[in-house]
T-cell receptor, first 115, second 115 residues
Framework: DTEVTQTPKHLVMGMTNKKSLKCEQH?????MYWYKQKAKKPPELMFVYSYEKLSINESVPSRFSPECPNSSLLNLHLHALQPEDSALYLCASSQVRDPMWDTQYFGPGTRLTVL | AQSVTQLGSHVSVSEGALVLLRCNYS??????LFWYVQYPNQGLQLLLK??????LVKGINGFEAEFKKSETSFHLTKPSAHMSDAAEYFCAVSDSRTSYDKVIFGPGTSLSVIP
């Protein structure tokens, strides 16, 4: 099974709401990633977790708060977002972080709209 | 610094015709090179990657790409286009001996297949 699942598929929220995105994989991967993708643009890396510890935060605003409760699960908590945060949020995972030895798998994404 | 350019933000081919998507990169060290495909409303899927060894790389769905160091290119080809190939294609590069979080994506090429 090479599947990364993400819920919900779609999310509409107001600027004062608090919501969470969920990502799950059961491939035993130890690296998990959050990306943001605007329409017609390539993905932009937001966070990387390695062995359940945050290892990279690409200067993401604090209104985005990642969490890795266990090796299979990755959350992205959202609070006080802005309309420009509307995008497709992609989760990915890999066994190791070196592309020489492993393939990175992406989930289908959560399409977020901030009103 | 690494960078990726993809010639043509949109390419149209007839069903059964050759698919050629162009990618050029710049990197100060031997690169890892990738092609990803993104179908509408889905996440990214790795088509193929070059890390070391044979310069002609075969991927999934009949795609292949050739690493040409002298031309700093990694063009993607498929002999015969199928309607199901219509998607967004991203070329990506990273420095060798690094990690997925260092991968730089190109701007993408949207492929349309005309019946």
């Amino acid at each position: 099974d090479t599947e990364v699942t993400q819920t919900p598929k779609h999310l509409v929220m107001g600027m004062t709401n608090k919501k969470s995105l969920k990502c799950e994989q059961h491939m035993g991967h130890r690296a998990m990633y959050w990306y943001k993708q605007k329409a017609k643009k390539p993905p932009e890396l937001m966070f990387v977790y390695s062995y359940e510890k945050l290892s990279i935060n690409e200067s993401v605003p604090s209104r985005f708060s990642p969490e890795c409760p266990n090796s299979s699960l990755l959350n992205l908590h959202l609070h006080a977002l802005q309309p420009e945060d509307s995008a497709l949020y992609l989760c990915a995972s890999s066994q190791v972080r070196d592309p020489m030895w492993d393939t990175q798998y992406f989930g289908p994404g959560t399409r977020l709209t901030v009103l | 610094a690494q960078s990726v350019t993809q010639l043509g933000s949109h390419v149209s081919v007839s069903e059964g015709a050759l698919v050629l998507l162009r990618c050029n990169y710049s990197s100060s060290v031997p690169p890892y090179l990738f092609w990803y495909v993104q179908y509408p409303n889905q996440g990214l899927q790795l088509l193929l990657k070059y890390t070391t060894g044979a310069t002609l790389v075969k991927g999934i769905n009949g795609f292949e790409a050739e690493f040409k160091k002298s031309e700093t290119s990694f063009h993607l080809t498929k002999p015969s286009a199928h309607m199901s190939d219509a998607a967004e294609y991203f070329c990506a590069v990273s420095d060798s001996r690094t990690s997925y979080d260092k991968v730089i994506f190109g701007p993408g090429t949207s492929l349309s297949v005309i019946p």
